[in-house]
C-alpha cells in the first residue's frame, strides 16, 4: 500500500445504470492501495437518476464527495471541476460507465517512480466501429499539429500526482481536455509513461463521444486550441513540473 492519499475522479452524464457500481467498485479497491480515498463523482447536469444516486451514496459514506453542475458543461468541465475539487495527494481519473478494471491502477502505480504523469491505453477499445475511426483521426491530428506522441490520448485511465495543476491551467470544456492536459504537461517539463490496459464493452447507458455534434465540437476545438497556443504569449515562461523539470505551459 502506498502511504499517499488519492482522489478519484468520476465524471457522469446520465449515467444512473452505472454510476452506482462505479462508485462502490472505487470505494472496495482504491484503499488496497493507497492510504486514504476519496471519490469524486461529477455529476455534469444529468436528467437522471445521476444526481440523486450519488448523493445517496455520499450520505451512506463521507468519502464520496459529489459535484454538481446544474447544467451539462461538458466533460472537460466535469473533470476540471473534479480536479478543483481534490483533496488527495495523487488524482485519479476514470469514466463512470465501468469499461475499465480498476485493480489495473496497480499498472499505474508500479510506474509512479518513472514519470509524473502515468496514462492507460486501450490494448483492445471495445467500441463501434466508427468511434475508433474517429479517434484515430483524433489522435494523429493531435499528433500533426502538437507533435503528442501518446497512443490513445483519451483513454481515461490517468494517474498523476496533484502538484502537477498547479502548473497548468485547463480551460477545455468538452472533449480536448485529455489533449489539453498531456500537452501542458509535456510543454511544462513533466514526463508521460503508458501502460497499456484492458477495455471492456459498454453494458448500459449511451455513449455521449459517439454523438456527431460532440465529435464536430472536439475538432473545432483542437483548432482553436492550436490558434491559442501558436499566438500564445507565454512561449517563454518557466513553470516547474513535479520533477523539478521547467518547461512552458
Do not use: W
Not at 24 to 43: G, H, Q, R, T
Not at 91 to 120: P, S
Not at 187 to 203: A, D, K, N, Q, Y
Amino acid at each position: 500500500m502506498l502511504q499517499q492519499s488519492i482522489s478519484v475522479i468520476l465524471p457522469a452524464f446520465n449515467e444512473e445504470a452505472n454510476i452506482e457500481q462505479a462508485v462502490k467498485l472505487s470505494l472496495e479497491i482504491m484503499p488496497d492501495y493507497f492510504s486514504e480515498v476519496e471519490i469524486i463523482p461529477v455529476n455534469d447536469g444529468s436528467a437522471d437518476a445521476t444526481g440523486a444516486l450519488i448523493e445517496r451514496l455520499a450520505d451512506n459514506d463521507p468519502r464520496v464527495r459529489p459535484v454538481h453542475h446544474s447544467v451539462n458543461r461538458g466533460y472537460g468541465a466535469a473533470l476540471r471541476s473534479g480536479f478543483e475539487a481534490v483533496g488527495g495527494e495523487l488524482i485519479f481519473f476514470t469514466d463512470a460507465d465501468n469499461q475499465f478494471d480498476l485493480h489495473e491502477i496497480t499498472l499505474l502505480i508500479e510506474r509512479l517512480k518513472e514519470a509524473d504523469m502515468i496514462i492507460g491505453y486501450r490494448i483492445r477499445r471495445n467500441d463501434h466501429f466508427m468511434r475508433i475511426v474517429n479517434a484515430f483521426l483524433y489522435n494523429m491530428l493531435i499528433r500533426v499539429l502538437f507533435g503528442l506522441k501518446v497512443r490513445d490520448i483519451d483513454c481515461a485511465f490517468k494517474l498523476f500526482r496533484r502538484d502537477l495543476l498547479k502548473e497548468i491551467k485547463l480551460e477545455s470544456d468538452g472533449a480536448l481536455i485529455s489533449a489539453e492536459l498531456l500537452i501542458k504537461a509535456k510543454m511544462s517539463g513533466c514526463s508521460i509513461t503508458e501502460v497499456g490496459v484492458h477495455h471492456f464493452p459498454r453494458l448500459t447507458g449511451e455513449q455521449t463521444g459517439a454523438n456527431l455534434k460532440v465529435i464536430l465540437k472536439a475538432f473545432v476545438e483542437i483548432f482553436k486550441f492550436y490558434s491559442k497556443l501558436k499566438h500564445s504569449t507565454t512561449a517563454h515562461c518557466s513553470c516547474k513540473c513535479a520533477s523539478g523539470k521547467k518547461g512552458c505551459c
